[in-house]
């Protein structure tokens, strides 16, 4: 067992539970593991009345409490896991998809308090200024977000959030998902995925400036795991944050590696798993 502590964020929509297998088995190999939940999710996760009685006219204007939330609180809830980890050794810090936003925002604030960053599949800003801007890059261009997008149910500039009906039950919510999240994966994959999504996301988190700084973030070794079947971030897309990270710092190169897998993972493939481990016995 090392003494270092993997501590995992999730993407959008989601939360803490995504990572639980990945969590599981890396305990199981004797490594300490912790996945976050970040403000709004998880356990503080909100769930409209109109999501559960299925009213789409009362469920596109239902308040969120998630329409407050920012960058800000998403670091302040990381940061304290991350001292709280450090009292038992070095700290990994990694993010999936939307998470790599928050690994970046920590690793600014923080830099010397963690020892490896990690994308996993994961938005990692550094010449433009948001995730929001890598979408309309040439890189992005086979992306299947915009499926996804087709499932949104207010304008997010009004609500605060963006809200997205899982539970709809239309073909066109399950083949959103299916292709562009979880290629591969059987029908009841996708019914067991779709129950584990949550409906709102606070809408300023792909807008924020998620640029990694030199000075800062810049001086972490760090990783990024490459999904090689993602039709969300695409492999383009993801090389494209590969190379603007080594040429913002050329004397610290991205340990880059491979896994055969759609966006989601899941996140307990054991060849996700073996990467992660051995980044934990270093």
Same mark, same amino acid.
């Given at each position: 067992?090392?003494?270092?502590?993997?501590?995992?964020?999730?993407?959008?929509?989601?939360?803490?539970?995504?990572?639980?297998?990945?969590?599981?088995?890396?305990? /199981?190999?004797?490594?300490?593991?912790?996945?976050?939940?970040?403000?709004?999710?998880?356990?503080?996760?909100?769930?409209?009345?109109?999501?559960?009685?299925?009213?789409?006219?009362?469920?596109?204007?239902?308040?969120?409490?998630?329409?407050?939330?920012?960058?800000?609180?998403?670091?302040?809830?990381?940061?304290?896991?991350?001292?709280?980890?450090r009292r038992h050794g070095p700290v990994v810090l990694a993010g999936a998809s939307q998470g790599g936003v928050t690994v970046s925002a920590v690793g600014n604030a923080i830099p010397d308090l963690?020892?490896?960053?990690?994308?996993?599949?994961?938005?990692?800003?550094?010449?433009?200024?948001?995730?929001?801007?890598?979408?309309?890059?040439?890189?992005?261009?086979?992306?299947? /977000?915009?499926?996804?997008?087709?499932?949104?149910?207010?304008?997010?500039?009004?609500?605060?959030?963006?809200?997205?009906?899982?539970?709809?039950?239309?073909?066109?919510?399950?083949?959103?998902?299916?292709?562009?999240?979880?290629?591969?994966?059987?029908?009841?994959?996708?019914?067991?995925?779709?129950?584990?999504?949550?409906?709102?996301?606070?809408?300023?988190?792909?807008?924020?400036?998620?640029?990694?700084?030199?000075?800062?973030?810049?001086?972490?070794?760090?990783?990024?795991?490459?999904?090689?079947?993602?039709?969300?971030?695409?492999?383009? /897309?993801?090389?494209?944050?590969?190379?603007?990270?080594?040429?913002?710092?050329?004397?610290?190169?991205?340990?880059?590696?491979?896994?055969?897998?759609?966006?989601?993972?899941?996140?307990?493939?054991?060849?996700?798993?073996?990467?992660?481990?051995?980044? /934990?016995?270093?």
């Amino acid at each position: 067992m090392t003494d270092k502590t993997l501590v995992v964020l999730h993407g959008t929509h989601t939360s803490s539970a995504w990572a639980s297998g990945l969590v599981g088995e890396l305990t /199981l190999r004797g490594h300490r593991a912790v996945a976050v939940d970040l403000p709004g999710h998880g356990t503080e996760a909100f769930y409209p009345a109109s999501y559960q009685a299925q009213d789409p006219e009362a469920f596109a204007k239902e308040p969120s409490p998630l329409a407050g939330i920012t960058i800000d609180d998403y670091v302040e809830r990381v940061v304290d896991v991350v001292r709280r980890a450090r009292r038992h050794g070095p700290v990994v810090l990694a993010g999936a998809s939307q998470g790599g936003v928050t690994v970046s925002a920590v690793g600014n604030a923080i830099p010397d308090l963690l020892d490896r960053v990690v994308y996993i599949a994961a938005y990692c800003c550094v010449d433009l200024p948001s995730l929001a801007a890598y979408t309309e890059t040439p890189e992005n261009a086979e992306s299947l /977000l915009p499926l996804i997008a087709q499932l949104t149910v207010a304008d997010p500039a009004e609500l605060g959030v963006t809200r997205l009906n899982w539970r709809s039950g239309d073909e066109a919510t399950f083949h959103a998902v299916k292709e562009c999240l979880a290629g591969g994966f059987s029908d009841d994959g996708v019914r067991r995925l779709l129950a584990m999504l949550e409906p709102d996301e606070t809408a300023s988190i792909p807008l924020t400036d998620a640029r990694g700084r030199k000075e800062d973030w810049g001086r972490i070794p760090r990783t990024y795991v490459r999904f090689t079947r993602d039709r969300l971030i695409p492999p383009a /897309l993801q090389d494209r944050f590969i190379a603007e990270a080594d040429r913002l710092t050329p004397d610290n190169p991205t340990d880059v590696r491979s896994v055969d897998a759609p966006h989601v993972g899941p996140l307990d493939l054991p060849e996700l798993v073996d990467h992660l481990a051995a980044l /934990l016995n270093r």
